[in-house]
């Protein structure tokens, strides 16, 4: 019984985070929800004017189609840094190891082709000490500019006696 209780008062703390939307921005949270270019910031902008019309929480939720957390850390936000930190975007964009030896690799690669990926696994391993599957090797490859050459086999005997008699032509394109 006490662990609900205890519960409860934390869903209620967790919910009693209070946003003071200020007039002059009411105008401009009703302006950006439709016409900023980011859609994550239109989301944010609609939730704050909803708010300023007096909406409750679990109904902005189910308006705009989020969880009650993502509502409250709109509001936390609203409150840190108002507009300009709800106009903010900020993504995991993580950096490959790599990319330090790019240029390296590239010249590398360009004055030694490889023969196969595994080839290019290899070198690239004794040149930055990063090791990577070939999976990996091609993607980044293929990243780099660079592409796979298809080889071909050449026939011992191209052209046979029956070869010869058609009349047709065989290497032409149909």
């Not at 209620?12 to 859609?39: C, G, Q, S, W």
């Not at 994550?40 to 308006?63: P, T």
């Not at 995991?92 to 490889?114: A, F, G, T, W």
Request: some cysteine; proline content about 4%; hydrophobic content about 35%.
């Amino acid at each position: 019984m006490d662990i609900c209780k205890a519960f409860r008062t934390f869903a209620e703390k967790k919910t009693m985070i209070r946003v003071n939307i200020k007039e002059e921005d009411k105008i401009f949270l009703a302006k950006e929800r439709y016409e900023h270019p980011h859609p994550r910031v239109n989301q944010r902008m609609d939730c704050l004017h909803l708010k300023s019309k007096g909406i409750s929480n679990k109904e902005i939720c189910n308006i705009v189609d989020i969880c009650e957390n993502t509502l409250l850390s709109y509001f936390k936000m609203y409150n840190v840094g108002g507009l300009e930190k709800l106009r903010e975007i900020n993504f995991n964009c993580p950096k490959s190891e790599m990319e330090k030896h790019v240029n390296e690799i590239r010249q590398y690669l360009i004055d030694n082709p490889p023969a196969s990926i595994s080839e290019a696994a290899a070198k690239i391993k004794e040149i930055t000490g990063i090791e990577r599957k070939p999976t990996q090797v091609r993607k980044y490859l293929k990243n780099l500019g660079f592409r796979c050459l298809t080889v071909g086999v050449v026939p011992a005997k191209a052209l046979t006696e029956e070869k010869k008699t058609n009349k047709r032509n065989i290497w032409t394109m149909c």
